[in-house]
């Protein structure tokens, strides 16, 4: 991970952070983490930031995906993510039909990994991952208004009418919505890690706060240990703990920062604790299964 950062940080190609106006950076064929570490630190903002993990992380899942464009994970519905309240169903014809409530990046996406219920007329039905081309027919978008926080980042609902898409080999569920949860969480927080190391390297600020996101970004989990090990999750739930901590030290130094990005920073921020109950879920169950819990 350091040989990474500074190669990243000593290249003149990324010392011009500022020529970056705020279009989304394409993937490349290198790794997702070098994909998430370069395009954050080109990131002027939180969401940026949460755009170049989001992507990084569809990119880990099914590495099949085209690079090239963008892809959404379709999972939550009207009465929640969990699988038994999912709805949308595939039939033997490989023909998806349903609706997917909230999509990040659902009208920019060419490429869906939608998460169905096969119609097996059983009361524990199998969940299937399919993959949908945007301009495959029965497919069709709704934007929905910005969002108090990231409004650079769109989201919208999907509809789905008979759609023809690719079944994922897999379960859906255990290989595909859920670890997709936890690879998020992973290139995620690499992504806002970077985001403050960058803005703290651009705006000198002060040598503990850039030794301290440094430190935190080289102590992730990569590859360390298996994504659905307890250990990980323990590891992966300490870093967020750490990740607090890191955000508390930077916007200490707000007073040396552009007006507008603190503005947007305060915005913003509410992000970070959005998927915490679902981590803390994790969490306790990993605990639980190491016999830690008290």
Not at 157 to 172: E, M, S, T, Y
Not at 214 to 240: I, M, N, R, T
């Amino acid at each position: 991970m350091y040989s990474k950062l500074s190669t990243l940080f000593d290249s003149p190609v990324y010392r011009d952070f500022l020529e970056f106006e705020g279009d989304f950076l394409p993937l490349s064929e290198s790794s997702t983490l070098e994909n998430t570490l370069k395009s954050s630190a080109r990131s002027t903002s939180i969401g940026l930031a949460f755009a170049a993990g989001y992507r990084s992380a569809l990119q880990a899942l099914l590495p099949s995906l085209d690079v090239g464009q963008w892809a959404a994970f379709c999972v939550s519905e009207e009465k929640g993510n969990h699988p038994r309240n999912i709805a949308t169903q595939l039939n033997e014809q490989h023909e998806l039909s349903g609706h997917k409530s909230f999509v990040t990046f659902a009208d920019k996406a060419a490429q869906y990994i939608v998460i169905a219920k096969m119609q097996e007329g059983s009361e524990h039905p199998i969940l299937k991952a399919v993959l949908v081309d945007a301009k495959t027919e029965g497919v069709s978008t709704q934007l929905m208004p910005d969002l108090p926080m990231i409004p650079e980042i769109p989201h919208g609902q999907l509809h789905l009418d008979g759609a023809k898409g690719k079944v994922l080999i897999g379960d859906g569920y255990l290989e595909y919505s859920k670890r997709f949860r936890t690879l998020e969480d992973l290139h995620v927080l690499c992504g806002f890690c970077t985001l403050i190391l960058s803005v703290s390297y651009r705006h000198d600020l002060s040598t503990q706060l850039i030794e301290r996101a440094l430190q935190l970004l080289s102590s992730l989990p990569w590859g360390d240990l298996p994504e659905e090990s307890a250990w990980y999750h323990l590891q992966l739930s300490s870093q967020f703990q750490l990740f607090r901590a890191l955000v508390d030290a930077f916007e200490a130094e707000f007073e040396h920062l552009p007006n507008d990005f603190v503005k947007n920073w305060l915005r913003d921020k509410t992000l970070f604790g959005i998927a915490n109950k679902a981590r803390q879920v994790r969490y306790q169950k990993a605990l639980n299964a190491l016999n830690l819990s008290k």
